[in-house]
């Protein structure tokens, strides 16, 4: 099957600092959604983005699908970005195979 | 509604007990997944709904496990005389297409 690496697996960071994640993938894939693990384990949707480039508030991603690679930005980082990011990619129109997540915190 | 319910947010169980969760899709939706997250673990398919048909139950870890899918809405997981490592968080998605997986909250599974 598919594999999904994650990095770094762990991040610490000031608040206002700026930080990339980076998600790699072995196949082609259909679909590539960032998703935000909160600490009371509900799963946000932060972007479906199977190519080019999105943004959202101090939130952007890009993904090469050309090269397997998607990167996700956090910009002036706050304290309630802490928590848990996962890359997700579908082949093939039916599930998500997940990474191991970059957990992230942010200190005041 | 206007996101992916689950109901119960928690459930705690005996060894041995059967358990039934419940999934509540975006209305639209026409798939609709389930995982698991174990505690420390990543996300762990188990099946696959479009419509009311499963075209892939290849995740679900034993016999014990099974779903089914009404109305091409509501959909409930069963798990038959569950045991410990059963314990887990078990989240459900749905989707259109085009526009990725959205989540439920999730129902804590405790087995004891």
């Known amino acids: 099957g598919i594999q999904v690496e994650q990095s770094p697996p762990d991040l610490i960071l000031q608040e206002g600092a700026n930080s990339t994640l980076r998600c790699n993938f072995s196949?082609?894939?259909?679909?590539l959604q960032w998703f935000h693990q909160n600490p009371w384990g509900q799963l946000i949707n932060l972007f479906y983005?199977?190519?080019g480039t999105k943004q959202n508030g101090r939130l952007s991603a890009t993904t090469v699908a050309t090269e397997r690679y998607s990167l996700l930005y956090i910009s002036s980082s706050q304290t309630t970005d802490s928590g848990v990011y996962f890359c997700?990619?579908?082949?093939?129109?039916?599930?998500?195979?997940f990474g191991k997540g970059t957990m992230l915190l942010v200190s005041p | 509604g206007a996101g992916v319910s689950q109901s119960p947010s928690n459930k705690v169980t005996e060894k041995g007990k059967d358990v039934e969760l419940r999934c509540d899709p975006i209305?639209?939706?026409?798939?609709l997944y389930w995982y698991r997250q174990s505690l420390g673990q990543g996300l762990e398919f188990l099946i696959y709904?479009?419509?009311?048909?499963?075209?892939?139950k290849s995740g679900l870890p034993s016999d014990r496990f099974s779903a089914e899918r009404t109305g091409g809405s509501v959909s409930t997981l069963t798990i038959q005389r569950t045991q410990q490592e059963d314990s887990a968080v078990y989240l459900c998605?749905?989707?259109?297409?085009?526009?990725?997986?959205?989540f439920g909250p999730g129902t804590r599974l405790t087995v004891l």
């Open positions: 997700a990619v579908e082949r093939g129109y039916s599930t998500l195979t």
């Open positions: 998605a749905s989707s259109s297409t085009g526009i990725g997986q959205f």
């Open positions: 983005i199977p190519s």
């Open positions: 196949d082609s894939v259909n679909n």
């Open positions: 709904f479009q419509g009311n048909s499963a075209p892939d």
């Open positions: 209305s639209g939706h026409t798939a």
